[in-house]
């Protein structure tokens, strides 16, 4: 038998609010929240080989969440190859949209015969040990613009946000530590305040233009604002638009840019993602 290649798609997520809710079971961790899938993401082929190696954008690395969320499927060694359009580090859900990717194409490459929530689980689940996310798999696992009603992987706890497939613009300044923010207790308290708060007003009023409003007034909360991510944001609304930070990255994003995000760096621009994780 010829080694089977396969080849999967998860979209990055803008976490827009975010509460964390810890449990000492990592599939019940994780965050409620809302956010936003992209057609923008990870596409990722697995290979049968000798032993496992990791690929983002031709380079090896560690990628600790795909490699957690592989080993727990499976002994067998593979090449994974993960190409990545958005920035690592700022606010795309990018360790989580590498892990989803690579168990699905890991499940077509080995004929494992897991379903896509078992999969999900995996993926999740590597997230929240590795401290590189909490509710991002969630999110991408279903696509759209959605809301995290509960922690963990269950279908039922997800509430989508019907929308168009609405442009989103954006402009990275560079990374914040997810892992650092996640183990300061002063910091987790303050997010989990704002985001009861937020949460609370979306639900309300469970529209895209309001869950960027929220998400802004959620960022203005946390004070994880840097004075370029305020500035740009302020920038966007001046011309009509409506902007926020992507959770967690020194990020802006926005709906209705009038090019007023062109001042502050390079502008990319993504349809929202309405599919989910799927083979490719």
Do not use: Y
């Not at 032993?51 to 031709?58: A, F, H, L, P, S």
């Not at 909490?134 to 999110?139: E, I, Q, W």
């Not at 892992?179 to 007003?201: T, Y």
């Not at 930070?245 to 926005?254: D, E, I, K, S």
């Amino acid at each position: 038998m010829h080694p089977k290649t396969a080849k999967a798609f998860a979209p990055a997520h803008i976490s827009g609010i975010f509460i964390i809710c810890t449990d000492t079971d990592p599939l019940l961790s994780g965050s409620m929240g809302a956010g936003i899938c992209l057609e923008s993401g990870a596409v990722t082929t697995v290979t049968p080989h000798d032993e496992t190696i990791i690929r983002i954008n031709g380079f090896d690395a560690s990628a600790p969440t795909t490699l957690s969320a592989i080993k727990s499927l499976t002994d067998a060694p593979v090449l994974v190859e993960t190409e990545l359009n958005v920035p690592q580090g700022c606010g795309f859900g990018t360790s989580g949209a590498g892990a989803l990717s690579a168990v699905l194409a890991l499940n077509d490459a080995l004929s494992l015969k897991l379903t896509l929530n078992e999969l999900a689980e995996a993926a999740h689940t590597a997230e929240v040990i590795n401290m590189t996310g909490l509710g991002d798999v969630a999110g991408q696992t279903f696509g759209g613009a959605s809301i995290r009603k509960k922690p963990g992987m269950s279908a039922s706890n997800i509430e989508k946000i019907p929308c168009s497939d609405e442009t989103i613009s954006w402009v990275s300044f560079g990374e914040i530590s997810t892992r650092f923010v996640l183990s300061d207790e002063a910091k987790k308290s303050a997010i989990n305040n704002a985001g009861k708060k937020r949460l609370r007003e979306l639900m309300e009023k469970p529209t895209l233009p309001n869950l960027i409003i929220q998400s802004c007034k959620f960022a203005h909360e946390i004070e994880l604002m840097s004075p370029k991510v305020k500035d740009a944001i302020e920038a966007v609304e001046s011309a009509g638009g409506l902007a926020s930070q992507a959770m967690l990255g020194n990020t802006v994003f926005a709906i209705n840019d009038n090019s007023a995000l062109s001042e502050f760096g390079k502008v990319h621009t993504s349809k929202i993602s309405h599919a989910g994780a799927h083979l490719l």
